[in-house]
């Protein structure tokens, strides 16, 4: 199989989930709102309330004089969760490497699969039928995973796009710069300086992109080139621990919110797996009245015991007001590790930053995945061009 990587993806992918509940929603033009808390916006839209003139970041009153027919969605952060592991869960039953990149998006390595499906086109409607229909999903494949998301924004809903090796440069030359993973603020700089597709990009010299816009515009110069070595990374499998409270009756009050929550964190480090253990990161998961919910993820700078955990999350609830009566909680704790005494610093004396750095470094690679901190090493010393005497290592202790 010539080419080795899949893209499955599901566009508005919570207005489809919803649909997913309700399919008397497919075709009607829905609307999701943004998150509680803030003002009441478009967070995305569908293609059917698109061609009604709504817009992300209209307000809800301009959705109802442009189109009354709208359909106003509330998000549901935990129902979309727990729809889209069951479709990573499912692909992973197809390939070992499957990597989660985003709601509604998955990358597949398709690499040594050629037995079990003989052809890409087979692959991609197999991986297809992975998902309900009722999602939209389609599917690209290409020798990298950029092409590979370009190539499946690019079919039609239930279909898949192929792009050779050999085509690559060329599938991607006329595509807007909207599909670079970029920050929006770039993106508006390129578009000021006359670059709006794909081939204006890859036509600069690449010296010229980088010394403009640093890495991230080397980084995309190579992917408007077609140049992607990117590989699939599979999600990692960390070690938890989850406990659930269902409520007597539905709750509105804080109070309430942070007593159940004092139960959880008290049942979770009763566990065998939290003995003489502290966590890094705790997601909240509040289950709503009416099938809604709310979702809250708490990263800590040190491991917490109990009763640091339960002072650390009732801070951070103290100004969360639920949209909705509490009718359960789901508590999943990450980031399980051993707590370790700390030695104060005597007066006077210059405290030790060594360790400071550390646990915010350790902090930082819990909340993103990777260590987003780097250190300089030489590789050769000795050469005229100073690109190559020295080089970035990631710094992971």
Not at 134 to 144: E, N
Not at 231 to 236: S, T
Not at 303 to 318: F, K, M, T, V, Y
Request: hydrophobic share 45%; proline share 10%.
């Amino acid at each position: 199989m010539t080419v080795s990587i899949a893209c499955v993806s599901i566009p508005h992918f919570a207005l489809r989930v919803e649909v997913l509940g309700r399919p008397e929603f497919d075709g009607r033009p829905l609307v999701l709102a943004t998150p509680p808390g803030g003002r009441n916006l478009v967070d995305d839209c569908t293609p059917e309330a698109v061609a009604a003139g709504i817009r992300p970041g209209l307000s809800l009153r301009e959705v109802t004089a442009l189109c009354p027919d709208a359909v106003v969605v509330q998000p549901n952060p935990v129902r979309d969760a727990a729809v889209f592991d069951r479709i990573v869960a499912r692909l992973e039953g197809l390939s070992p490497l499957v990597e989660p990149a985003a709601p509604g998006c998955c990358y597949v390595d398709l690499r040594g699969l050629d037995r079990h499906y003989g052809s890409p086109e087979r692959a991609a409607a197999r991986l297809l039928q992975a998902v309900p229909p009722l999602l939209r999903p389609r599917a690209g494949i290409a020798p990298g995973k950029f092409a590979a998301r370009v190539a499946a924004g690019q079919a039609a809903p239930g279909g898949w796009h192929i792009v050779a090796p050999e085509e690559v440069a060329t599938f991607l030359a006329d595509k807007p710069i909207d599909w670079l993973p970029l920050p929006p603020d770039m993106l508006r700089r390129l578009e000021r300086l006359g670059l709006r597709t794909m081939r204006d990009l890859a036509a600069l010299p690449a010296h010229a992109v980088q010394a403009r816009f640093g890495p991230e515009g080397r980084r995309a110069w190579e992917l408007a080139q077609g140049l992607d070595d990117d590989p699939v990374r599979p999600r990692e499998r960390a070690e938890s621990v989850v406990v659930e409270l269902s409520l007597p009756a539905p709750a509105t009050s804080r109070d309430a919110l942070l007593i159940a929550l004092r139960q959880l964190v008290t049942r979770a480090f009763a566990r065998p797996a939290l003995h003489g253990r502290g966590v890094r990161q705790a997601r909240l998961r509040a289950h709503l009245e009416g099938g809604r919910s709310w979702e809250h993820v708490a990263t800590l700078r040190e491991p917490a015991g109990r009763e640091r955990l339960i002072d650390a999350l009732g801070h951070r609830l103290q100004a969360v007001e639920l949209p909705a009566p509490l009718e359960a909680l789901t508590l999943e704790l990450t980031g399980l590790t051993a707590v370790a005494a700390h030695q104060e610093t005597l007066l006077g004396a210059r405290p030790r930053r060594a360790r400071q750095l550390i646990e915010a470094i350790r902090q930082l690679k819990q909340r993103y995945g990777t260590s987003p901190i780097y250190r300089v090493v030489e590789v050769e010393p000795w050469s005229r061009i100073p690109e190559r005497r020295r080089a970035l290592i990631s710094f992971d202790p």
